[in-house]
């Protein structure tokens, strides 16, 4: 079984859409995140949700809003998306401060 | 200047070299981590520590904290150890702040 898993895997979607990116952890994990890989590669944190609070939100613009409806689930939803918004996004869960990401969700926008 | 240096950025080795990709960081510390990513995209994580030395098979990763520095090393690189390293420090508020990555190909 997955540990963490996203889905979809890619999104591509014209500017001005609204989309989501669901994340799943079967591990029990009562803290979970969202990072923004850029096109450099460079990987910053958006979210962290603890218990689902949210503890870390990281200057992200209010088109972003992270959902937790439960201790397992992180979903990203983004409104009227940018092109600046094409990025690959990794969702992860961690206990103790180990840390477990998924797969990752590589959206484009054009 | 970001708050997590790596060095270098771009490394190229031979099989059979030994590797050494340094992280230095600037701020207070719970933990480390050393992350791996291969060219299909998915993130590992290799190492988490928060003093003194791990190993696990041929990857080496040490921290000094008094220097804020760590170093990941790899031994007897091979063409399968071809990927992203990266940094990650995390703070009290288990935020994780990551370095620029160091990409490393090694060669037949």
């Known amino acids: 079984d997955t540990a963490v898993s996203q889905t979809p895997k890619y999104l591509v979607t014209q500017m001005g859409n609204d989309k989501s990116i669901k994340c799943e952890q079967n591990?029990?994990?009562?803290?979970m995140y969202w990072y923004k890989q850029d096109s450099k590669k460079f990987l910053k944190i958006m979210f962290s949700y603890n218990n689902k609070e949210l503890i870390i939100n990281e200057t992200v613009p209010n088109r972003f809003s992270p959902k937790s409806p439960d201790k397992a689930h992180l979903n990203l939803h983004i409104n009227s998306l940018e092109l600046g918004d094409s990025a690959v996004y990794f969702c992860?869960?961690?206990?103790?401060?180990?840390?477990?990401f998924g797969p990752g969700t590589r959206l484009t926008v054009t | 200047k970001n708050e997590v240096e790596q060095s270098p950025q771009n490394l190229t080795a031979q099989e059979g070299e030994f590797i050494t990709i340094n992280c230095s960081y600037s701020v207070g510390i719970s933990a480390l981590h050393w992350l791996q990513q291969h060219p299909g995209g998915g993130i590992v994580s290799l190492f988490m520590?928060?003093?003194g030395k791990k190993k696990h098979g041929r990857l080496i990763a040490t921290i000094n904290i008094q220097e804020k520095h760590s170093s990941l090393h790899i031994t007897a690189s091979h063409p399968r150890d071809s990927a992203v390293y990266i940094c990650?420090?995390?703070?009290?508020?288990?935020?994780?702040?990551f370095g620029t990555g160091t990409r490393l190909q090694v060669f037949p």
């Open positions: 990650a420090v995390i703070f009290n508020t288990d935020k994780l702040i």
């Open positions: 520590l928060s003093s």
């Open positions: 992860a869960s961690s206990l103790n401060f180990e840390q477990y």
């Open positions: 591990l029990g994990h009562d803290t």
